[in-house]
Each structure stands twice: as structure tokens, then as C-alpha cells.
């Protein structure tokens, strides 16, 4: 009888000390693709917040996805909000610059939105609003444009900083 009231009592106090983390991050590095998956044909994009890679066939879809016109060199962001969902805050010479440029971006003014991130290249920092108005910052740290098993291939990776209050103000580094 001792013995069970003692691992009983151990299980309530071991219990509450073995929750899940369910915090979401709300910045970090990500490299997605435009590689079409089957039988579904689908391919993954990134939704910030979740801070995960989901399928363009789940509902709601990824924030953003990557492709290119069809051309080598020429890869763009999009999203399917249906709204006009992109500003280019600037393009740098080099890594440094670029990411000192997106460190300090933390109350950026958007005259006018495009609709999607067009001609991407490494150094470039963009301002994102999802379909639901929250805001991310990203900085383009390397872009792949190519032919890959006789398709074009288009891969992007970012760094970003989500906003989940819904302003569009960024915590400076």
C-alpha cells in the first residue's frame, strides 16, 4: 500500500514538470522550393505563424510559396491572398549591409503593396503582410534558379521576423 501511494504520489508531482512547449517562434531561417510532390502534386511553403513548412493543398494554405517564370533567373515569392501582399524594402551589395538593413527595419512605412515578390535576389530585404494583416520581415539570403530533371527549379531561403500583434513593428537586434 505504501509502495502504490508513493508512485501515485510521484506521478503528480512528475506530471505537471513534463508539459509540451507549444511557443511558437517568431523569427529564424527557412529554404523553400517550388519540387512538386505527387500524387497530389503540391508543393510545401512556409506559414510564419506556425513556424512550419505546409502543403499548398491545406487550408489554409502557406503564407508564402517560391517559383519562377519559367525562365532561369528569375524567381519570385507568392502567396494566395488574393491581395496585393509584398514591399521591397531594399537591395544591398553585400550580406552585411543587407543584414544590418533588416536588423534595424523595425518601424518600416509600406507606400504601396505589390502583389507578389518578383525577380528575388540574395541581399534583398521585403516586407510581407499575410491574408489575415499580420506582418513579416525578410531578408533573401540565397536564391537558386536552374534546370533540375528537365524542370525548372526555384529555391529560396530567408531569414524572417514575424509580427503576431499585427503591427508592423520589429524588434531591432
Known amino acids: ?7 501515485v504520489l510521484a506521478l503528480v ?13 517568431t523569427s529564424g531561417t527557412v529554404t523553400i522550393n517550388n519540387v512538386q510532390t505527387s500524387p497530389y502534386w503540391y508543393v510545401l511553403g ?4 506556425q513556424d512550419k513548412k ?16 519559367g525562365t532561369q ?10 491581395s496585393d501582399s509584398f514591399f521591397k524594402a531594399g537591395t544591398y551589395s553585400s550580406a552585411a549591409e543587407a543584414e544590418t538593413a533588416f536588423n534595424n ?38 536564391v537558386v534558379s536552374e534546370v533540375r530533371d528537365s524542370k525548372n527549379y526555384a529555391e529560396c531561403t530567408f531569414e524572417w521576423v514575424y509580427q503576431p500583434d499585427g503591427s508592423l513593428t520589429f524588434p531591432g537586434k
Open 1 to 7: 500500500m505504501k509502495r502504490s501511494l508513493f508512485y
Open 13 to 25: 508531482f512528475l506530471l505537471p514538470g513534463c508539459k509540451k512547449d507549444d511557443t511558437v517562434k
Open 46 to 49: 512556409f506559414t510564419f505563424s
Open 54 to 69: 505546409v502543403s499548398s493543398l491545406t487550408s489554409p494554405g502557406p503564407d508564402v510559396t517560391v517559383d519562377n517564370d
Open 73 to 82: 533567373g528569375d524567381v519570385r515569392i507568392l502567396t494566395n491572398s488574393l
Open 105 to 142: 527595419l523595425t518601424a518600416p512605412t509600406v507606400p504601396q503593396w505589390i502583389v507578389w515578390a518578383d525577380s528575388i535576389k540574395a541581399n534583398q530585404v521585403w516586407i510581407f503582410k499575410t491574408w489575415d494583416d499580420y506582418y513579416a520581415k525578410l531578408r533573401i539570403v540565397s
